[in-house]
């Protein structure tokens, strides 16, 4: 059995199970466009319908801007990087319904905008993995440890992402929230992987960006909970992680 060095820390692994956004890609240049679609899109409607946001436009998402507007940074601990697309959806369908469209419109219409934002992500392909991020996966692969992907995002987009930069051949296992009953922090992501992998999860290692992935990892028994944390600060918000890093170059993969 190989074993994972991380934080002074050694632990025998069998598996690793990775997010994605934050985790695997770097999220900003993945979703800062898409969310600057949104916004703007969901905006012009309003002012098409005499109404504006019921909050700053920096909380509907948990969103940084810029002095021209543009989404420059992002909350760690907010709906943009920990939400699932129905609780987005949900969160932007709002607005239309407290400006007065019926709730059945609104879930449409914010579905069309952010299915347009979608369209433009594919066509520009901006997916670039975290750094040391390669390095890392080959390690995995020569330690003859199998990978999996548990994320938030939709199954077939996440393949989609991971097939941009050639990421796809790592994972034999994706696992998106639309594919469980219980999404993150509920540790039936991480479980239904690690079985889909052949492993127990108390022999797999999960390393995410949010203490939600952390506290799947606690409650499904993994071996250990890696925050990955490249902000400004201390990590604060990753209090249920074993270990923080900063990139993957501060892991190493012992046969």
């Given amino acids: 059995m190989a074993r994972l060095e991380a ?38 409607l309003l002012e098409m319908m005499g109404a504006k946001l ?19 940074d992002y909350d760690v601990q907010g709906p943009l990087a920990m939400a699932t697309v129905e609780e987005s959806i949900g969160l932007l369908a709002w607005q239309l319904y407290a400006a007065g469209m019926p709730w059945n419109e609104a879930t449409t219409q914010v579905r069309q905008i952010t299915k347009n934002a979608m369209h433009e992500v594919r066509r ?7 750094p040391g991020l390669q390095h890392f996966l080959e390690a995995c692969r020569k330690a003859s440890l199998p990978m999996g992907v ?53 022999e797999a290692v999960v390393i995410g960006d949010s203490n939600a992935d952390m506290q799947m990892a606690k409650q499904a028994g993994a071996a250990l909970a890696i925050g990955l944390y490249q902000g400004q600060g201390e990590p604060v918000h990753l209090v249920d992680a074993d270990v923080v890093i900063s990139d993957y170059n501060e892991l190493k993969v012992l046969v």
């Fill in 150 to 202: 548990v994320t938030s995002d939709n199954t077939d987009g996440t393949l989609e992402q991971l097939e941009w930069i050639g990421l796809k051949p790592y994972f034999p296992v994706v696992l998106g929230r639309d594919r469980v009953s219980s999404g993150k922090p509920h540790p039936e992501m991480a479980e239904m992987a690690c079985s889909m992998l052949g492993i127990d999860p108390a």
């Fill in 54 to 72: 019921t909050c700053p436009r920096e909380r509907l998402l948990g969103t940084m801007h810029d002095a021209s507007g543009r989404v420059c």
């Fill in 7 to 44: 934080g002074g820390r050694v632990v025998p692994c069998r598996g690793v199970l990775f997010d994605k956004d934050g985790t695997l890609l770097h999220f900003m240049a993945l979703w800062g466009g898409w969310t600057d679609y949104v916004l703007n899109d969901l905006e012009q």
């Fill in 124 to 130: 520009q392909k901006p997916a670039f993995p975290m």
